[in-house]
């Protein structure tokens, strides 16, 4: 019962924080179901011209996803995090609970669910993208991971938005330039054993990024004794 009330506190909490952000809550579902099918359609009337509409259209969904979908997975945790990091008398939100990682995890399923219904349609179109959402599912918790560490590292959130669309646009870059390690972007959507072999070194990567997290927001944060 008392587990219960406890997950029952932090969902209304996450929802309290989601909405003290305001209108910028809502910009991870404009990227995600407004510019990302625009940037696919784009892609997919210029196929058409050629001829492979069909193609251009499964291009599309696996290019546009990775470039826009990772980025925007830590845009609210971004802005949740300046109030507990840098918001006027923020050492209040700590007396109660001194370790955000759950909440910085219940941001990720937020964000996982919320990528779901266009998911549905990509998977209605190409059954095998439903590999691509497991893939964005790693690399999603690869950038969370990451900005939980870099904001309790720095206590900085505009920092931490910056590193991380620095990285993006590294690992676009690397992708282009075939600099191996560096990238999780592929034009080739990989399956089963294939996936897991490209996503197995992010997903080692979350792990230490969280462990080291949990370190400096237990022992980096002033009142923290």
């Given at each position: 019962m008392q587990i219960k009330r406890r997950v029952v506190m932090l969902l209304k909490r996450s929802i309290w924080h989601l909405k003290g952000i305001g209108i910028y809550a809502w910009v991870p579902v404009v990227v995600l179901y407004l510019i990302t099918p625009f940037l696919i359609y784009v892609q997919y009337k210029i196929g058409?011209?050629?001829?492979?509409?069909?193609?251009?259209?499964?291009?599309?969904?696996?290019?546009?996803?990775?470039?826009?979908?990772?980025?925007?997975?830590?845009?609210?945790?971004i802005f949740v995090m300046h109030e507990y990091i840098e918001g006027e008398g923020n050492e209040l939100l700590?007396?109660?609970n001194k370790i955000k990682f759950i909440e910085v995890g219940i941001l990720y399923v937020y964000y996982m669910l919320l990528m779901l219904p266009a998911f549905f349609i990509y998977c209605y179109l190409f059954h095998e993208m439903i590999w691509l959402y497991l893939k964005l599912a790693v690399i999603?918790?690869?950038?969370?991971?990451?900005?939980?560490?870099?904001?309790?590292?720095?206590?900085?959130?505009?920092?931490?938005?910056?590193?991380?669309?620095?990285?993006?646009?590294?690992?676009?870059?690397?992708?282009?330039?075939?600099?191996?390690?560096?990238?999780?972007?592929?034009?080739?959507?990989?399956?089963?054993?294939?996936?897991?072999?490209?996503?197995?070194?992010?997903?080692?990567?979350?792990?230490?990024?969280?462990?080291?997290?949990?370190?400096?927001?237990?022992?980096?944060?002033?009142?923290?004794?």
């Open positions: 058409e011209r050629i001829g492979d509409g069909h193609g251009a259209l499964y291009s599309g969904i696996i290019k546009q996803c990775q470039h826009l979908y990772p980025l925007f997975s830590v845009w609210c945790m700590y007396i109660q999603c918790f690869f950038y969370m991971a990451f900005t939980y560490f870099l904001t309790y590292l720095t206590k900085s959130t505009v920092i931490t938005f910056m590193a991380a669309l620095i990285y993006t646009m590294i690992a676009l870059f690397a992708n282009y330039m075939k600099l191996s390690g560096l990238s999780y972007y592929s034009t080739i959507l990989y399956t089963g054993s294939k996936l897991l072999q490209e996503l197995l070194p992010f997903f080692i990567w979350s792990i230490l990024f969280f462990a080291a997290g949990l370190y400096c927001n237990h022992f980096l944060m002033k009142w923290n004794s």
